[in-house]
């Protein structure tokens, strides 16, 4: 069985509904060539590599689009401050962090698949979402901070 990713099953469900809704920004951590062939296919307006390494290789693919090419940490922040009713988080590792925040910052609704945001800064991302309503479609805020104010052995037992 193959497991799919949440941006390949966030992908699927977008496909499956065209028309239904409309991709401002997409990011990937490294593979530009996929990434640029994804966001032509949903009609992104932005894509981001994370890696700044990469960057020409998502111009490249870019090329011919009006899908507008963006590289580094920046450029995700930036993705992330787009209009958009939802954001979903799921950049791995601490990369995902900042423009993570950003969308909350904002009062996005984020669909929180990336548990480094909640392990690294739980508080900080509580604290932020209260002040701005940002809402967590995705139930993890509610379901992980709890245990996460725990401590100790208590905490591993409740994880």
Same mark, same amino acid.
């Given at each position: 069985?193959?497991?799919a990713s949440i941006g390949t099953s966030t992908l699927d469900l977008?496909?499956?509904?065209?028309?239904?809704?409309?991709?401002?920004s997409i990011s990937a951590r490294r593979n530009a060539a996929a990434?640029?062939?994804?966001a032509r296919e949903v009609g992104a307006r932005h894509a981001v590599?994370?890696?700044?390494?990469?960057?020409?290789?998502?111009?490249? *693919? $870019?090329?011919?689009?009006?899908?507008?090419?963006? @590289? #580094?940490?920046?450029?995700?922040?930036? =993705? %992330?401050?787009?209009? &958009?009713?939802?954001?979903?988080?799921?950049?791995?590792?601490?990369?995902?962090?900042?423009?993570?925040?950003?969308?909350?910052?904002?009062?996005?609704?984020? *669909? $929180?698949?990336?548990?480094?945001?909640?392990?690294? @800064? #739980?508080?900080?991302?509580?604290?932020? =979402? %209260?002040?701005?309503? &940002?809402?967590?479609?995705?139930?993890?805020?509610?379901?992980?901070?709890?245990?996460?104010?725990?401590?100790?052995?208590?905490?591993?037992?409740?994880?």
């Amino acid at each position: 069985m193959r497991r799919a990713s949440i941006g390949t099953s966030t992908l699927d469900l977008i496909k499956r509904n065209p028309g239904r809704y409309r991709v401002e920004s997409i990011s990937a951590r490294r593979n530009a060539a996929a990434l640029g062939k994804i966001a032509r296919e949903v009609g992104a307006r932005h894509a981001v590599v994370a890696d700044h390494s990469a960057y020409r290789e998502l111009k490249d *693919a $870019l090329s011919g689009s009006r899908v507008e090419a963006a @590289a #580094g940490e920046d450029a995700l922040v930036e =993705a %992330a401050q787009r209009p &958009a009713d939802w954001v979903m988080a799921a950049i791995s590792g601490s990369v995902g962090l900042k423009p993570t925040l950003a969308a909350v910052e904002r009062g996005a609704t984020v *669909a $929180l698949a990336n548990k480094e945001c909640l392990v690294c @800064a #739980g508080g900080l991302f509580m604290r932020r =979402a %209260a002040m701005t309503g &940002a809402t967590d479609s995705s139930g993890r805020l509610r379901s992980t901070m709890p245990c996460s104010r725990r401590s100790g052995a208590e905490q591993s037992r409740r994880m």
